[in-house]
């Protein structure tokens, strides 16, 4: 059986939230920036998250009845297309190439991110990425890319960072391929398959070593190198330490992370307040519909962020940025590549009409 590869030089070989981002002020043939900026700037997405018809005394938890108008919802999925399309040609563009080891992993990583908006745009109403004969309003289709993306900011955020030394980029590295065999190691003792956790447990001893060895990661202090050790911690900066880092208040991060991890696991906020014809069933309602435009707000801002880094990194992949029209594949068949659309052209995908549209 193939097995995780834990290696130093592993993909090696190829060796307060964001303002608007720019792309979306020009010109597309619509105007989204207006209502946009609206939505970003008066609504205050992090402060209504944590500051708007919270009741503490409510059982069912805190109601975040955040307001998304309709027009304020398609302005927020024209420029999340927008955002999309413009990630996968990126990442597509980056492709397999030489640089810095943190530079492949964090274009690796943002590939996985991709995935992820991809199926979230595909999951939300009024999609031109997806033909449906109706849409579902329910924002428990979407959360779970939406916390997969907020979450993953973090990450790439870390990966991305240039690291101290070479020390310090193995002990980084390390410290998550122990997380992931460890992880495996469990997976596998679960389903009592021996020769996987033999090969792991065989790794993580491997692992554990290559730390101990590591001037960089000895010097952190005693409690923070025996969970890292242990296999329990992803990364050696904790979640809060990367909140404040990229600018986000804890607090309000974990009230937003709390609400998309209700509604990805099915627990009691994402049913309490169920109404019929309404919220929690797949009916457009103003909640749902505006729990969509938060996500989709929030979303944006960090691929953006992500695009902008990896810009940095590979400075020639910029020419593929280009809005709702970058081209990629597999996508929408508009955005298909020249190449590929001469050699079988498709007809052109059309959203579906609907009354909230904006004349």
């Given amino acids: ?27 597309r043939g619509h105007s989204i920036a207006g209502p946009l900026k609206k939505a970003h700037d008066d609504a205050n997405i992090i402060r209504t998250l944590t500051g708007k018809g919270m009741d503490e005394n409510n059982a069912a938890g805190p109601d975040l009845d955040l307001t998304g108008t309709p027009e304020e919802y398609v302005a927020a999925l024209e420029a999340f297309d927008a955002t999309v399309c413009e990630a996968c040609a990126l990442s597509q563009a980056v492709g397999r190439r030489q640089a810095k080891p943190h530079a492949v992993y964090a274009a690796n990583f943002f590939t996985r991110t991709c ?22 309003w329910d924002f428990g289709a979407v959360a779970g890319h939406a916390r997969a993306i907020l979450e993953g900011h973090l990450t790439f955020r870390y990966l991305a960072e240039e690291p101290e030394s070479p020390e310090h980029w193995s002990a980084k590295l390390n410290v998550m391929h122990l997380n992931d065999c460890s992880r495996r190691l469990t997976l596998f003792r679960n389903l009592d398959d021996a020769e996987e956790v033999e ?15 590591n001037a960089w ?32 208040d804890p607090k309000k991060f974990n009230a937003y992370f709390d609400l998309l991890s209700q509604h990805t696991h099915t627990l009691t906020m994402s049913f309490y307040r169920m109404e019929p014809d309404g919220r929690g069933t ?49 996508g929408p068949a508009v955005n298909a590549p020249e190449a590929q659309r001469e050699r079988s052209p498709p007809a052109p995908a059309k959203r579906r009409k609907s009354k909230f549209r904006r004349k």
């Fill in 1 to 27: 059986m193939a097995r995780f590869v834990a290696a130093d030089f592993f993909l090696s070989t190829i060796d307060s939230p964001p303002n608007i981002p720019d792309f979306m002020s020009r010109s």
């Fill in 115 to 136: 995935g992820h908006a991809v199926s979230m745009i595909r999951a939300l109403p009024l999609s031109r990425w997806i033909r449906a004969d109706f849409d579902h």
């Fill in 199 to 213: 090969g792991f447990e065989a790794q993580r001893a491997e692992l554990q070593a290559r730390l101990k060895n």
């Fill in 217 to 248: 990661f000895m010097a952190l202090p005693e409690g923070l190198r025996k969970e890292c050790l242990k296999g329990k911690y992803l990364t050696v900066a904790s979640r809060d330490e990367m909140v404040l880092d990229s600018g986000w």
């Fill in 282 to 330: 797949g009916i457009e309602n103003a909640t749902d519909r505006g729990y969509m435009t938060t996500a989709m707000l929030v979303s944006t801002t960090s691929l953006v962020e992500q695009m902008e880094k990896l810009i940095e990194f590979f400075p020639d992949v910029a020419p593929a940025r280009r809005g709702a029209a970058s081209r990629f594949s597999p």
